[in-house]
């Protein structure tokens, strides 16, 4: 993909894994949505033949998840979410739908900074069989991802994994006389998306590192007690990495709103690895300067 500017320009690249029962249809149903194709035909929209760059053969980098293995690069999807409209600054998502015990995400390779661009989502329908279709599947990925971050902890101390619980909330009926589910969707479009997204961020501060969660709020909005077994043991302090609204409710049957909801979770997982790099430099430049003055005083001693 060759992106120029009036068109948008891929700045970033993530990895999320969608795991539950319906996985799948959710990422079918994300790369075939009115809300992506919008951004997906801007970006490959063809151009005069004096106006096209030359290609360049650029390498691979780390963190644009070259190599996953090839188990997952087969049944990786890609989608686009815009980052900025102003800059038209873009998203690259690859999406790995995992909704099966054969579908192991455990031997899944991911390095340091892939890692920190990755979000599990853990898709949870109350329509189904929780027991017995969906609690099984969620628990054993939950312990997959729990050995891919022991095996990064081991690597760096500072690692971070971002997971997230995904539950159905039914879309309230609305009658007003006319609706056009498949109506055509623009790319401004996702101007108020973000002028809202803004308000909301400029009231709710970002702390570094990791944020620490009152369950017991939460759970006064729990249907069932395996919902809220299962969200304790997602958001356990022993992993790193939480993010502010661990569970979150959006209608699985519709698409564009799913895509709304991941395009938010793709700029909140932003903001908060910049917060937390912000973070690292200011700990490391204070802990130099202490270093410093300790060495300083020690050797006016002598």
Known sequence: LSAVPEQGTITEHLFFCIIGLGAKAVVDGLVHCGRHSS???MLHQPQPKDEVPPKKKVPEKKGTFASLGPKHEETVRDVYFILDEDEMHIAKVKLKPVE???DSISDMKLDGQELRNTCFIFIL???LDLKVEVIPILETSLVEMRFLYNAAKKRSANSRIRRLLLTHQSAPAVNNGSSNSNAQVTVSSFKSDIDNEKSIQSDTPHLPGDISL???TSA???ECEEVKKFLAKLTTSEMHGNLTQ???KVNLDDPDSVFST????TRELLSLNTDAARSSRLTATFQRGSSEKAGTSCCSLQ
């Open 246 to 248: 661990p569970r979150r």
């Open 100 to 102: 099966s015990f054969q």
């Open 262 to 265: 991941i395009q938010r979770l």
């Open 214 to 216: 009152d369950l017991s």
């Open 39 to 41: 951004v997906f035909d």
């Open 125 to 127: 329908d109350e329509r």
């Open 220 to 222: 006064e909005s729990l």
